[in-house]
């Protein structure tokens, strides 16, 4: 026999199931780690490589899934996709694709980088030149057909070259989809590191490296962009704390290697503008670090200028950083030092 009391409380119970579930899924879809492509111009400076050294870290929580890198620039020693290949293998996870652009920034010439051939040379890996590499392109566009639909992170923190070609491919062996087609199915978000705002007296140098891909990518380049500008970065102060890391680390090798100031980037550390880029594709914009501005689209010229329209349709945002840039430096200097969590894998 069931007493009233008891049939409401069945009934309570019967109610809180779907509710009980619905918060379940929630709590899987929150705790599923965002799958992100890394799309960097490692050579020059070294906060790329702090980058990957924040990427991985928040791997080793669980929080992204590093599916694919691509470089976009031309690393005179050849070396830049190796020196990807030797941090990812420090951190268990040397197995990762890797791509590079043959013609990088064919428009420029580069310093050969203080650090990529030494991490090449020092540090495990079985990558081989970047001109031996398989293709940007190619890999990008096996990443994403390969992912989920509406669930890949693009995150870009050099030239916007790779981002060009991959808008203007065509249907190939991975995807029947064209660039522009295969962005808007499987892409969720994108944040590029570039461009400053809400305007840039000089232009920035990640738009400078290719201007005609960035004005293509702000125009074209479908779906929700995050830009993040040099003012960010700028203002975060990051990298001394390598100086507790292992021997063993590559990321530490690249800043005692990379000059800076008046010594080396370890000495007393430097900008952050990679760091924090990846901190946005993977933890997004959240409210304790950061000021989201939208409502407005960026528009860049053909000399590198961006700048910040406020009342345009687009799905375009720009971050300001909420408060002191310490509590982000704190947090990337906390992700940039810590140890992997599993062994090396080629
Ligand atoms: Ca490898
Ligand atoms: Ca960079």
Same mark, same amino acid.
């Given at each position: 026999m069931f007493s009233i009391n008891s049939i409401h409380s069945l009934r309570l119970k019967l109610l809180a199931i779907p509710v009980l579930c619905s918060f379940t899924m929630l709590t899987a879809q929150a705790s599923e780690p965002v799958r992100i492509i890394l799309d960097t111009d490692i050579s020059n400076d070294c906060d790329d490589a702090g980058a990957l050294a924040v990427l991985h870290a928040l791997a080793d929580q669980g929080?992204?899934?590093?599916i694919a890198i691509v470089t976009n620039i031309k690393c005179p020693a050849n070396a830049s996709a190796a020196a990807v290949d030797a941090i990812n293998t420090y951190y268990g996870r040397g197995n990762i694709p890797i791509g590079t652009d043959? *013609?990088?920034?064919?428009f420029r010439t580069l310093r050969p980088s203080s650090f990529t051939a030494a991490v090449r040379d020092e540090f495990p890996h079985d990558t081989p030149g970047d001109l031996q590499c398989p293709d940007s392109i190619d890999i990008c566009r096996k990443a994403l057909a390969s992912?989920? *639909?509406?669930?890949v992170v693009y995150c870009s923190v050099g030239a916007l070259s790779n981002m060009e070609d991959l808008l203007r491919s065509s249907p190939d062996q991975h995807s029947p989809l064209n660039g522009k087609e295969l962005i808007r199915k499987k892409v969720r978000v994108t944040v590029i590191m570039g461009g400053g705002f809400p305007r840039t007296v000089s232009p920035e140098t990640n738009l400078l490296l290719d201007p005609s891909a960035a004005v293509t990518i702000t125009n074209y380049w479908p779906g929700k962009i995050i830009w993040q500008g040099y003012e960010v970065g700028k203002a975060i102060i990051t990298?001394?704390?390598?100086?507790?890391?292992? %021997? *063993?680390?590559p990321v530490r090798r690249a800043y005692e290697l990379r000059p800076f100031?008046?010594?080396?980037?370890? *000495?007393?550390g430097k900008p952050s503008h990679d760091q924090a880029a990846v901190l946005l594709a993977v933890l997004g914009i959240l409210p304790e670090y950061w000021i989201e501005i939208s409502n407005g689209r960026v528009v860049i010229d053909s000399d590198g200028h961006s700048q910040w329209k406020a009342?345009?349709? %687009?799905?375009h945002r720009y971050v300001k950083i909420k408060g002191s840039p310490r509590k982000l430096g704190d947090l990337i200097e906390h992700l940039m030092i810590q140890p992997p969590a599993a062994t090396k894998t080629f």
């Open positions: 929080k992204a899934e590093i043959k *013609d990088g920034l064919k992912q989920p *639909d509406h669930s990298g001394a704390a390598l100086k507790k890391a292992g %021997k *063993d680390n100031g008046e010594g080396k980037a370890i *000495d007393h009342g345009r349709k %687009k799905s």
